[in-house]
């Protein structure tokens, strides 16, 4: 079901946006080599509960898999999403993709970046890059009227004329009343009927961008995700309000 929100929801939606912009900010400027992720779970905790709110993804459970024990997701390198944070210290040249989701007075946001641990390869600079830009790309596409295929469009075709490969298995969503609603968002082009977008969606666009294969697979802890071939991968998110104009960012 996919949920049209009213300008009450809107305004609580943006409220826990805002928390998570503020997450990732403040983890950005501490990310550095001999930090460990598992310390920037726990700065990021406690920033989300100094505001009221609720770690998002702290406890979630999917099927097969024990509930996250953490409050951020931290994927390095060739970790594609869903890194638990533990006690390994980053190392210069390495990429981190922290993935951070809030619930404030029953409303979530969710929003990704990909960051560079010190100075990193060419290789991986421009996937990043190339990352953030197709989620741009996406962006621009999340018109009312337009469909979400218009989105996945955007997004493929960019990553894949930069020679990278997005991944096929995960996608972006809809968030707002629930951490996960409809539609789902992929990124890349799936046949089929393609919902449409409407004025009052909030929706996640999270393309998640590998500089080799796109396939993955899932580590035996039963969450983290990395490719298949061990090459790096890069990963941006926002939420996004679908408007009768241009589409607002609402994790900025």
Not at 3 to 30: H, P, T, W, Y
Not at 40 to 60: C, H, N, Q, T, V
Request: glycine residues 10%; hydrophobic residues 35%.
């Amino acid at each position: 079901m996919i949920f049209i929100k009213n300008a009450q929801e809107i305004d609580g939606i943006r409220k826990s946006c805002k928390i998570v912009a503020e997450v990732l900010n403040l983890l950005g400027s501490m990310i550095k080599p001999g930090i460990t992720t598992k310390m920037l779970d726990e700065i990021a905790e406690d920033y989300i509960r100094s505001k009221g709110a609720i770690p998002a993804f702290k406890g979630y459970s999917q099927a097969g898999s024990f509930n996250y024990p953490a409050s951020i997701c931290a994927s390095i390198d060739n970790e594609v999403v869903h890194g638990i944070p533990d006690d390994t210290e980053l190392k210069e040249g390495q990429l981190l993709s922290i993935d951070v989701g809030v619930q404030f007075n029953g409303y979530f946001g969710d929003a990704a970046r990909t960051f560079a641990v010190g100075k990193i390869s060419s290789l991986k600079k421009k996937l990043m890059n190339v990352t953030e830009e197709s989620l741009y790309r996406g962006i621009e596409k999340a018109q009312d009227g337009n469909r979400v295929i218009d989105i996945s469009r955007a997004i493929q075709n960019y990553v894949e004329s930069n020679g990278f490969n997005v991944v096929r298995e995960l996608t972006g969503h809809g968030v707002g009343k629930y951490l996960h609603e409809d539609p789902s968002i992929p990124n890349y082009v799936v046949s089929g009927p393609s919902p449409r977008l409407r004025e009052g969606m909030t929706i996640a666009i999270e393309p998640m961008v590998n500089a080799g294969t796109y396939r993955v697979k899932t580590l035996k802890d039963g969450w983290t995700i990395v490719t298949e071939d061990g090459q790096p991968s890069a990963h941006f998110e926002h939420t996004i309000l679908i408007t009768n104009n241009e589409p607002e960012i609402l994790t900025t």
